[in-house]
């Protein structure tokens, strides 16, 4: 599930646990669930052996695994020792009735830790942690209402102990527990408003309380105050690419809920979200996962509205390929995760293969960097674990009779190793021709190609960045694997 933060420190990614990844279910009318230690399911088809869409085995979102990040809460415990200091006789805190409703509030959400048992000896082990640091939470919100970051510690503690209800335990219930720990976050983001791991970790919470609702209204509620938390999370901690990737796993699950007209809007968000987490980190294998399923269900989408489809859209076929990419490069980042070597069997076929990507681009002649608008040519270019490389250009000359002899200029095409690339990135310049435009910064020079739109640039922006980044981590082996076998 979705990974909590803390203040304190930055979050490490977890290591995996493929005995906890099932393999995709075959039967795709099952539905999918989702619980804390698995990734959850979304339905994934075919189309690539035959015209009839016959179904496939369902790919999963790549969701992470929770850790135990209260902040600094065994730095808080190490102090026990120490005697607990008066409150001043004078302190604004002291009114009565407060700290009465405080002491009524405490004394229900200790009620619901004190009857939560763990599964085996490490939960219940665990769990006696927690209840000890509820304890002190407790004492010093009762001191003081006004301590938020009492109030964020404690909803961390209840959301850490709902993971340690039994499945089959029927007091506490963990929904019960998750709606305590809403509430302490709820207050401690009203008490300081820049709180944004309390909003990233407020929207985890209730994004567990919508998946025990299925696809109901109820769910489609807590899925969008879930999204708006991690607005609001990422509006105050840009630099989260796990906000982004939750954020955009939530729309992912809001879409399957919400009406037919909503949905498109909402994966396309999601698309971009997904997108967004990759810029901000390109090895985040989970976001280049869940940004293939979710281009994959999009693909699904667009095929059965084939007729409506317009001139500027994406085709399916297209997205299918887009979508087998990003698996191809999540799995070359994290081959060990079972789930991605699944989803490779299933979309492996999709790829245009021996290459990873095979598409159109406008580009200079050979060896110019800057030409006048009408040199400029639309050409197929072929990206693979090696280079980008622009087809072989066939020129039409004429023999003295006056007849054309077709002849095939080898020399005069483009090609950049990926060894070679510092940067990739979007440009818009005067000097370029219409559309756009695709710099490609290398240790011989700068390569200006130009895509056919901005949503054709995305793909070969993140295609490219994704094959550098596979290359500087000593992994093209794997990914030359993939495309050539």
């Not at 099932?22 to 052996?49: F, K, M, Y």
């Not at 695994?65 to 006789?89: A, V, Y």
């Not at 693909?299 to 698996?327: H, K």
């Amino acid at each position: 599930m979705p990974e909590p933060q803390s203040n304190s420190n930055p979050e490490s990614e977890p290591n995996p646990k493929p005995e906890k990844e099932t393999q995709p279910n075959p039967n795709p009318e099952s539905g999918s669930s989702v619980n804390d230690a698995d990734l959850s399911q979304t339905e994934i088809r075919s189309n690539a052996a035959s015209n009839n869409h016959a179904p496939h085995p369902q790919l999963k979102k790549d969701e992470g695994t929770r850790t135990f990040t209260m902040r600094e809460l065994l730095h808080g415990l190490k102090n026990d020792s120490e005697p607990d200091r008066e409150e001043d006789s004078e302190s604004p805190y002291n009114d009565e009735a407060q700290q009465q409703q405080q002491i009524e509030q405490n004394n229900a959400a200790m009620d619901l830790i004190n009857s939560v048992v763990g599964v085996d000896d490490e939960g219940r082990s665990r769990q006696r942690v927690l209840t000890f640091a509820a304890r002190r939470y407790a004492t010093a919100i009762e001191r003081n209402p006004h301590d938020y970051d009492a109030l964020y510690n404690w909803a961390l503690v209840l959301q850490e102990s709902a993971d340690n209800v039994s499945p089959d335990s029927t007091s506490p219930s963990k929904d019960s527990l998750l709606e305590e720990a809403c509430k302490k976050y709820d207050e401690a983001t009203r008490l300081c408003p820049t709180l944004h791991d309390a909003f990233y970790n407020w929207a985890i919470a209730i994004s567990d309380r919508a998946k025990m609702r299925g696809r109901t209204k109820e769910a489609e509620e807590l899925w969008k105050q879930a999204t708006r938390n991690y607005e609001k999370a990422v509006q105050l901690n840009w630099n989260s690419p796990q906000a982004l990737n939750n954020w955009g796993l939530a729309l992912q699950e809001l879409s399957s809920i919400v009406p037919a007209r909503e949905k498109q809007k909402i994966v396309r968000t999601a698309v971009s979200k997904f997108r967004e987490a990759i810029q901000l980190q390109l090895d985040f294998h989970r976001a280049i996962y869940n940004l293939g399923t979710v281009l994959y269900g999009l693909a699904e989408d667009t095929l059965r509205t084939a007729g409506s489809i317009s001139a500027q859209e994406v085709s399916p076929d297209e997205l299918y390929s887009q979508s087998a990419i990003y698996i191809a490069a999540a799995y070359a980042l994290k081959r060990n995760y079972s789930v991605y070597s699944s989803a490779l069997r299933l979309v492996h076929s999709m790829l245009p293969l021996p290459h990873l990507k095979v598409g159109y681009l406008t580009a200079p002649p050979a060896g110019k960097t800057i030409a006048p608008h009408n040199d400029w040519k639309r050409s197929e270019f072929f990206l693979d674990h090696e280079r980008l490389q622009q087809g072989e250009q066939r020129q039409v000359p004429q023999t003295l009779s006056g007849r054309s002899i077709d002849s095939v200029n080898k020399d005069k095409t483009i090609k950049v190793d990926i060894a070679d690339i510092i940067s990739v990135s979007a440009c818009a310049d005067l000097t370029l021709p219409p559309g756009a435009g695709l710099c490609i910064d290398t240790v011989h020079g700068t390569v200006f190609l130009v895509a056919d739109s901005w949503e054709s640039l995305d793909g070969w922006l993140d295609a490219i960045r994704l094959v550098y980044t596979i290359y500087m981590r000593d992994k093209s082996d794997i990914l030359a694997g993939i495309i050539t076998a």
